[in-house]
């Protein structure tokens, strides 16, 4: 009989730290460690041999079957895409379970906040990486500031998952799929709102790569962020009523957002209707398919001249090296403008055997004290292993396997609908993760 049962949901490539650091943890704790995917093989294989672990099928659409593998579980860690989770939340409100997740505060998971308080369950959320260690050594370095007499005037934070820099030397973006591909192809779509020096900020997704900051990271080199989202709903959740500056953005390589504003302005991210003719459509078709016709000049030259571009310039060379002008099919029967731009990037952008990722994290605080101007700039920075086991897995998997632990314990009292701003939670997570290896080092100005 086991003492505990954590429910995984989801075996995707985000999955591996979390579900090894579970099974090791809970062999020495008679915790079963029970993981569902739709693809049963998917988390037979991510349980291995474990004696504690147990492989399910799961499909959150068979309502039945997903309460009866949700009821028999104390806790249950949702990988699943982030539009499901309200229906997982949903069932375990109902069967009176603990939820964690890893991805952004949904209005439908936040109107959950009361009766998930009252029935004193923690659906904790944005507990990952980014979100999640951002939101968790942002406050820890907020809340010192603070009790130290400081006031923050400035808070920026950039989070990029990118590529080793011995991996793949030819690729001209520095960056292949790390985490959901979906997910970096649509990223950015909304409007993006922030602050800055005093003044309210807005950038409509076609203007978003467009407006880069320049960002430094000691002993890495420079990179560009973009804006993520909406930052402006942090004020509140930091604590920093009254800044003048708030931004928290993406991280990339220098001149990837270039590049990758020319399939924005084209068209090629868009993902609200299907092209006609994918069944036979080669690589080329479906770029000159956005490209205004030029009479005398070939698809290539058309880009270039559409947008101002050299031919031999850095946008024109990933563009090229991605396989754009060429006569490949691209093998799908059907696909909207996304899904098809998703497909032909992953041929070049799938993490092959011995390729490495890397993460990087920067935030900058401005703060006054005693009169005095004062900076801290803190960075965190994680390889993986090769190509299974990710630093993105370990960064977004090893704080929801933390949590778990923790909650499990009796050491985490925090009810409803939460992030991981509160000390009870950001002070353990850490301390764990900078044993593992995973640390923010800090350099003040």
Not at 133 to 143: K, L, W
Not at 174 to 201: C, D, H, I
Not at 254 to 277: H, P
């Amino acid at each position: 009989m086991w003492a505990k049962t954590i429910l995984i949901l989801g075996a995707g490539r985000s999955s591996g730290s979390l579900i090894d650091y579970l099974l090791k943890i809970g062999s020495t704790n008679n915790w079963q460690i029970v993981v569902g995917d739709v693809d049963i093989n998917a988390a037979a294989q991510r349980i291995g041999d474990a004696g504690n672990g147990v492989a399910v099928s799961f499909n959150i659409t068979d309502e039945n079957s997903s309460r009866n593998t949700i009821a028999s579980a104390d806790i249950v860690v949702s990988l699943i895409p982030a539009n499901l989770h309200p229906l997982v939340a949903k069932i375990c409100l109902a069967e009176r379970k603990h939820l964690l997740t890893a991805s952004y505060v949904s209005d439908e998971m936040k109107s959950l906040h009361i009766e998930a308080t009252e029935k004193g369950l923690l659906f904790l959320n944005e507990s990952g990486l980014d979100p999640g260690i951002d939101h968790m050594s942002a406050m820890q370095v907020i809340d010192r500031i603070k009790e130290e007499g400081g006031k923050l005037t400035s808070f920026e934070s950039f989070t990029g998952g990118l590529i080793a820099s011995e991996t793949d030397p030819e690729n001209p973006w520095r960056y292949k799929f790390t985490w959901n591909p979906r997910n970096v192809v649509m990223a950015g779509q909304s409007t993006a709102k922030y602050l800055q020096e005093g003044v309210y900020k807005y950038i409509p997704y076609q203007q978003l790569f467009q407006r880069i900051t320049p960002v430094s990271v000691p002993g890495f080199g420079e990179y560009e962020g973009y804006a993520n989202r909406d930052s402006l709903k942090y004020l509140d959740t930091y604590g920093l009523q009254g800044i003048k500056t708030m931004l928290r953005g993406t991280l990339r390589n220098k001149g990837f957002c270039s590049a990758w504003n020319v399939l924005v302005q084209l068209g090629c991210c868009e993902d609200v209707y299907e092209m006609e003719g994918v069944a036979q459509m080669r690589h080329i078709d479906f770029i000159n398919a956005f490209v205004e016709a030029q009479p005398g000049k070939t698809t290539e030259e058309g880009i270039a001249s559409t947008f101002g571009l050299e031919a031999k310039g850095e946008e024109m060379k990933r563009l090229r090296w991605s396989g754009f002008f060429t006569d490949e099919k691209v093998g799908l029967t059907k696909g909207t403008p996304a899904q098809v731009l998703e497909h032909i990037l992953n041929k070049k952008w799938k993490l092959q055997s011995g390729d490495k990722d890397f993460i990087v994290m920067w935030h900058r605080f401005r703060y006054e004290k005693g009169g005095v101007g004062k900076e801290i700039q803190a960075y965190l920075t994680a390889k993986g292993d090769d190509e299974n086991n990710t630093a993105m897995a370990k960064t977004v998997g090893l704080p929801l396997a933390i949590v778990a632990k923790l909650l499990l314990q009796g050491k985490i009292k925090s009810r409803g609908v939460v992030i991981p701003v509160v000390r009870e939670i950001y002070e353990p997570v850490l301390a764990e993760l900078a044993e593992l290896g995973i640390r923010l080092l800090e350099i003040e100005a």
